[in-house]
């Protein structure tokens, strides 16, 4: 398949460059013969099913991980700077003091410079003026080396990052390992930046993150000076940030194939699409030409046996020969094997599904919701939406009869059949087998629970092993199924697409789309909430704020309310 590639202007200077690459882990093979450019200030999202290889083709980048076969070079002097999908950073460090040792550099020159500073007050030193000057010019080098790589305007720049990434002031001296998992990774972006490489190489870096971080995060990319190559399964992140898409697919004998479109995400889709088109109308027109050619074999072949002349030997070695020569078009996958995913809908219920009068709650005398106000009709689709810790999963617990009110009332329908996927999987019991799960919920023999499991590309060999031991995709993939069996109205939704990739979260949606029922969905995946809901309540300082529309009016409506209260 032709790949279009960037214009000229973009690739004057390869940064890194990925030759014939092979990589193994545990004697199997992820990818081979597979090469990549990547140039200066290029902005490239890569994708790829789950499993694929993105996260090791990264710490090839990174120099993580070696290569197996092949080569991976860089510009001369080039620094690569990456940030795995969980970043803990150095427990007992506080996180500004995180950020500052991403400059190791200027960390040496500072201790240097002290240590001169030092001799510089050594008695003995004083009293040998042509040894007081030696250092007191090594001193001066230092220091003109120190302010030239930016090292008085560090702990500046440090902060400015944690301010422009809405990093609270009070948690700048919090030790690593007292922050949360977005904090966390806060800093880890800021320490990215920091360190101002020539080519940034992020791993999900907006997993954990708010909406409202993450257009940061999106700004933070878009500024970046130098090459930045971001793994996602957020399909509006990568519409705003990057001008190339590297898409990784599975095959049978490379492992992985990398193709690169140009383009935001969106135009991906769209190119991808016409290409397949083509690529099959190319493999059917050959195919025919083929068929052609081995007829025209075969009959040469049938004369030359009844009637022995030797330029019927000839003709059919030239038609074989021209089938040989021919540059094979492969035949395109239209539709990899994906979810199948329909929630059925239980009875339906009144009018109005649920409803929150004055409720209140408060959690160690801070109220997480002050007298909340809403009503969700039958059928309706709501985002619930705010920063982290704003209160959205108490929310959906106040919903779902978890936990109760300190004041007001929460009501709910009478015939209101509620389904609910946890963020963190607590539906779950993590003891029992996906089989288990499936026919706790719904009686069922076993093989129709291993059908069933299949259709959410659950394995048989995984169907069989404690929940514990599946990774996060394949515990979501679970949480959905058993939803899938409870006949529910109303689907109560935490964060349902994360730990999906791009294509289980697409089959999500389309299910999602065509449930007749109410859903009520806490997310920060941007794109679902703009193709799903029809109303939007941000949790925000307590209140319940409502906007009826979906999420772009939500952004828009939001920004015209603040610009007239300013």
Not at 173 to 184: A, C, D, I, N, V
Not at 266 to 290: D, F
Request: hydrophobic share 40%; charged share 25%; net charge negative.
């Amino acid at each position: 398949m032709s790949v279009e590639r960037a214009p000229a202007t973009m690739r004057t200077m390869i940064v890194a460059d990925l030759n014939d690459v092979a990589r193994l882990h545990g004697g199997r093979m992820i990818f081979r013969g597979l090469s990549w450019a990547i140039h200066h200030g290029e902005k490239i999202g890569v994708i790829g099913p789950s499993g694929c290889g993105k996260s090791t083709l990264l710490r090839v980048l990174a120099g993580v991980d070696g290569v197996d076969g092949g080569t991976a070079t860089f510009r001369r002097g080039a620094r690569v700077v990456y940030l795995a999908q969980e970043y803990a950073g150095t427990p007992g460090r506080g996180a500004l003091d995180e950020l500052l040792s991403s400059r190791e550099d200027l960390v040496a020159l500072e201790r240097a410079i002290a240590a001169a500073e030092e001799r510089m007050g050594d008695p003995e030193l004083l009293n040998d003026a042509d040894a007081f000057d030696l250092v007191l010019l090594e001193h001066e080098q230092l220091l003109k080396e120190y302010e030239a790589t930016g090292g008085a305007m560090l702990r500046n720049r440090a902060e400015g990052l944690l301010r422009s990434l809405g990093f609270a002031e009070d948690s700048w001296q919090s030790p690593m390992e007292t922050l949360s998992g977005g904090q966390r990774k806060l800093v880890g972006i800021a320490r990215c930046l920091l360190a101002e490489p020539d080519l940034l190489l992020l791993d999900e870096p907006d997993n954990h993150l708010d909406i409202d971080r993450k257009t940061l995060l999106e700004d933070a990319i878009r500024e970046f000076a130098g090459a930045v190559v971001v793994v996602s399964h957020d399909r509006y992140l990568l519409d705003e940030t990057v001008a190339a898409i590297v898409e990784l697919e599975p095959h049978p004998e490379l492992g992985v194939r990398l193709t690169r479109w140009e383009g935001s995400y969106t135009s991906y889709v769209t190119q991808k699409e016409l290409a397949l088109v083509r690529q099959q109308q190319a493999y059917t027109s050959q195919q025919k030409e083929i068929q052609r050619l081995e007829a025209a074999v075969a009959r040469f072949k049938l004369w030359a046996s009844i009637v022995i002349d030797e330029r019927h030997i000839k003709q059919a070695r030239n038609k074989q020969r021209q089938i040989d020569r021919m540059e094979k078009v492969e035949r395109p996958v239209l539709e990899r094997r994906k979810m199948s995913l329909h929630f059925s809908q239980g009875k339906r219920g009144g009018a109005k599904a649920v409803e929150l009068r004055g409720v209140t709650k408060t959690f160690g005398g801070r109220a997480i919701i002050a007298t909340g106000e809403c009503a969700i009709m039958n059928g309706e689709r709501v985002g619930v939406v705010g920063a982290n810790g704003a209160g959205k999963s108490v929310l959906l617990k106040l919903i779902l009869g978890e936990i109760e009110a300190d004041a007001g009332t929460v009501w709910v329908g009478p015939s209101v059949r509620m389904g609910y996927y946890s963020q963190e999987h607590e539906t779950l019991d993590m003891t029992q087998t996906p089989i288990e799960a499936i026919r706790e919920a719904k009686p069922m023999f076993e093989g129709e629970a291993v059908a069933q499991l299949a259709r959410f590309l659950i394995p048989y060999e995984a169907a069989g092993q404690p929940i514990a031991k599946m990774s996060g995709g394949e515990k979501s993939r679970v949480q959905l199924a058993r939803l899938m069996q409870m006949d529910a109205n109303c689907l109560v939704l935490d964060e349902p697409t994360n730990n999906l990739d791009i294509p289980a979260a697409e089959v999500l949606e389309a299910a999602l789309d065509a449930f007749p029922g109410t859903i009520i969905v806490v997310s920060h995946d941007r794109y679902l909430l703009d193709r799903l809901v029809d109303r939007v309540i941000e949790v925000r300082d307590g209140r319940l704020i409502e906007y009826a529309g979906g999420y772009s009016y939500y952004v828009d409506e939001r920004a015209r309310r603040e610009a007239v209260s300013a």
